[in-house]
């Protein structure tokens, strides 16, 4: 193992920090190939549990309880970014947590945040990009399949 002070995951281009506050970034101090801990862990790295750093500990949670969302508990996420408008369509749509989470990380689907209720969540772009994605980066991560927002 060697030591570095940042780099970014070859998978999920999450930062790979030593030492951070942010829980949008890895804060592993080990070179695990350019991997983040939960890539590394998806690539068969066998120390997660024993090492791994709590904020890719804390992302895989908060994914595993965004994907078992009701449709109420997303409409109250979304008010909780402050983002009452997308309540109508994520009532219009049926999105559940884990739909929205399949709508996060497929950035070929993004255009869905924008679109008007009822086809859409309705949100502006500067909402999506400066509220919505900062927020769900921090919650869960990059997206799978991130676009260039």
Not at 85 to 100: F, W
Not at 118 to 142: A, H, N, W, Y
Request: contains cysteine; proline residues 4%.
């Amino acid at each position: 193992w060697l030591y570095r002070e940042m780099s970014l995951c070859q998978l999920c281009r999450i930062k790979i920090k030593t030492t951070s506050e942010d829980s949008s970034t890895c804060t592993d101090d080990i070179f695990l190939d350019d991997y983040c801990c939960n890539c590394a862990k998806e690539n068969g790295w066998i120390h997660y549990d024993k090492i791994g750093c709590g904020h890719c500990k804390k992302r895989i949670e908060q994914q595993k309880e965004i994907a078992g969302m009701s449709l109420s508990d997303v409409k109250n996420l979304f008010k909780s970014m402050q983002l009452p408008k997308a309540a109508e369509g994520v009532d219009s749509g049926g999105i559940d947590g884990k739909t929205l989470l399949d709508l996060y990380h497929d950035a070929s689907l993004h255009e869905l945040f924008v679109a008007p209720s009822p086809d859409g969540l309705g949100l502006t772009q500067i909402q999506f990009k400066g509220r919505f994605m900062s927020e769900m980066k921090r919650r869960v991560g990059p997206p799978v399949h991130p676009s260039s927002s």
